[in-house]
């Protein structure tokens, strides 16, 4: 199994960092974890046939997390018509908020969107979905309650990838991170904040808490990325990652 970073950025792309995606990929077959504005473009970048993306999953809905649906819509439609299945998992409401994304962005295409093989599937916290070979675990987390904030589990080809999403703490990260191939959490400020996202000087103090093999940082703002400060340690096991 490969992760591939489309985007790791928080919602002001700092850094000049693209929003948030993490493609899963595995022989032939690619899930996406969230899917931010800029996604379709880092797609193309890495030269990624939409038609293999079988999967979209999504933690919440905040622009940098799943606008870029009508972008992948659109292009599916037009571009290139799809033939494959498509399935788009998300919170309850994620078909009408997608739809209503779809109308907002371009509108009159929503319609085209339902006569597509799309199907909008919503999870429930605590509730393992299954969806073919595909395990999918949510567990609600702290963040914009409008957005409905979940972290999210993907148990696929005997490996197990985490993603907090965007949340303060919450101990359901803790659950989720158990027994984890890697563990995709956000750390958006150097500090602690009131409510809503996480900071590094708590996942020093609690990150040892996460049953996970890899610890990968994401949504960070520009006082995380230039900090002298940030420095985990893996266990000597070189990780390269290519962030965008």
């Not at 919440?60 to 819509?73: A, K, Q, T």
């Not at 962005?105 to 073919?132: C, I, N, W």
């Not at 309650?145 to 696929?156: C, E, G, K, Q």
Request: glycine content about 6%.
């Amino acid at each position: 199994m490969k992760i591939t970073v489309l985007g790791c950025g928080d919602a002001f792309g700092s850094d000049g960092r693209h929003h948030t995606s993490f493609l899963v990929s595995a022989d032939d077959e690619h899930v996406l974890l969230d899917c931010g504005a800029s996604t379709l473009i880092q797609l193309k970048k890495e030269k990624i046939d939409l038609e293999q993306i079988s999967t979209i999953i999504i933690s919440h809905f905040h622009g940098e997390h799943y606008g870029g649906i009508p972008f992948f819509l659109i292009s599916s439609l037009f571009e290139r018509p799809r033939k494959a299945p498509l399935t788009i998992i998300g919170p309850e409401g994620v078909y009408e908020r997608c739809m209503q994304l779809q109308e907002a962005m371009y509108a009159g295409t929503s319609d085209q969107v339902k006569e597509m093989d799309v199907r909008f599937l919503p999870y429930k916290h605590g509730q393992p979905l299954q969806v073919g070979d595909k395990t999918i675990h949510a567990r609600e987390v702290s963040h914009s309650p409008a957005s409905i904030p979940h972290a999210l589990r993907l148990d696929w080809k005997e490996k197990s990838i985490a993603f907090s999403g965007d949340t303060s703490w919450n101990d359901n990260l803790i659950e989720l991170s158990k027994d984890t191939d890697a563990f995709i959490c956000e750390c958006n400020f150097i500090k602690q904040v009131s409510f809503g996202h996480l900071s590094y000087e708590e996942l020093q103090e609690k990150h040892e808490l996460f049953e996970t093999k890899q610890l990968w940082l994401t949504h960070m703002a520009n006082e995380v990325i230039h900090s002298d400060e940030v420095n985990f340690k893996n266990d000597g096991q070189k990780v390269e990652l290519t962030f965008y």
